[in-house]
């Protein structure tokens, strides 16, 4: 039986992973800080239906001793390394701790298993983010690097670690450069799931109206059950490599309000107002994957389109936010 470790098993890809792993046959280990232990009904919520089946290890981000514990007491076969601080916009308010997190972490875990198990195959969550100001359309695995963000220069910190981490120490070490991937587990300061929350308290009389920041930006959005299983397929190939995962499609802000409004009957410019106070100091406004080189390497595709994705968010939301609101959607999308 493989035995995998995941950092960020909490989180939305974490959960996902996880069950996907599971379903496969492995051993799977999660690092959690101590306070999700603490707190497991609110911090271990996406895990809660398979908690019985995984073993969870207390351990920071910020400490190298605590990383190196827990790999000195078990082997893995796999390590996805997808704990970070995430949101882009709070990078703008604490580049600081998001660096510390994002590189310092990513070199942590990377520096004690090449001191412990240099042998584990890692996966590192590498972003989209990274293209920023993206200088071709679409993006693939050559096209240059602008991060826009502090959130995408940490990411392409971590990337460039990974790769030195390859060809210094011969460690099988894989990028993954995700594109933007949602799902109903994902966090609420997220636009996607801010809005299909929204609409779920506008129609169930919740709320009265959304408040939300730049309509056009524009995002290639995938589905994040999907893209869990792109990352186990890199740790699977003979030689380690990098792979842009994405759906090829791409959609503004406004184009998913449109949608996920219609999907409950009402029109999005009846109820978004602006928010001048999520606007960012520097935007990222076209993001489009060329995921081509994971369908041949890989024979990895997206499942869910964008239609699909936005249906089931706002199913669930309408579900979480009232029960009694099930089966209001206008149509079941494609
Ligand atoms: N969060 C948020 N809230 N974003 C808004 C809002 C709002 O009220 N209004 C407009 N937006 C715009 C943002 O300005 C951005 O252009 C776009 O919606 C998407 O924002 P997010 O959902 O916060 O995601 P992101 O694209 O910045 O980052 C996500 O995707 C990356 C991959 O490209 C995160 O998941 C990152 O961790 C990930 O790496």
């Known amino acids: 039986m493989k035995k995998a470790l995941i950092t960020g098993i909490t989180g939305q890809d974490g959960s996902y992973l996880t069950e996907h792993l599971l379903d496969l046959g492995y051993e799977v280990h999660g690092l959690v800080r101590r306070v999700a232990l603490e707190q497991p009904e609110h911090r271990l919520s996406r895990l809660r239906s398979v908690l019985s089946r995984i073993h969870i290890h207390a ?27 995430s949101f882009v916009a709070e990078s703008f308010v604490d580049g600081f701790s998001t660096m510390q997190t994002n590189i310092n972490g990513t070199h942590y875990v990377l520096a004690a298993l090449r001191e412990v198990q240099p042998k584990c195959r890692f996966y590192f969550a590498g972003s989209s983010e990274m293209f920023g100001k993206a200088q071709a359309v679409p993006q693939k695995e050559d096209t240059p690097f602008h991060p826009r963000s502090p959130y995408g220069i940490s ?36 636009v996607t799931r801010k809005i299909t ?33 792109a ?6 190939q003979p030689t380690p490599d990098d792979y842009v995962i994405a759906t090829g499609e791409t959609h503004s802000v406004r184009e998913f309000c449109e949608f996920a409004f219609a999907q409950v009957g009402l029109d999005y410019r009846d109820f978004v107002k602006r928010d001048e106070v999520v606007y960012r100091p520097a935007e990222v406004d076209l993001l489009i994957g060329d995921a081509s080189k994971a369908h041949r390497m890989l024979g990895w595709k997206p499942g869910v389109g964008f239609k699909g994705l936005i249906s089931e968010m706002i199913q669930s939301d309408l579900e979480m936010v009232s029960p009694a609101a099930r089966g209001e959607l206008v149509s079941p999308g494609t």
């Open 231 to 236: 990352m186990h397929l890199m740790l699977q």
């Open 59 to 85: 351990a920071n981000l910020d400490s190298y001793a605590s990383i190196f514990h827990v790999l000195s007491k078990h082997e893995f076969d796999e390590c996805y390394h997808l704990a970070a601080q």
């Open 197 to 229: 929350h929204g609409v779920a308290r506008i129609k169930t009389g919740l709320a009265s109206e959304l408040a939300l920041g730049n309509l056009e930006a524009k995002r290639d959005w995938g589905h994040a059950r999907d893209y869990v299983q």
């Open 155 to 190: 990411k392409v910190a971590g990337f460039q670690l990974t790769i030195n981490y390859r060809e210094a120490y011969g460690m099988f070490c894989c990028n993954g450069i995700l594109f933007n991937h949602e799902s109903p587990r994902r966090g609420y300061e997220f």
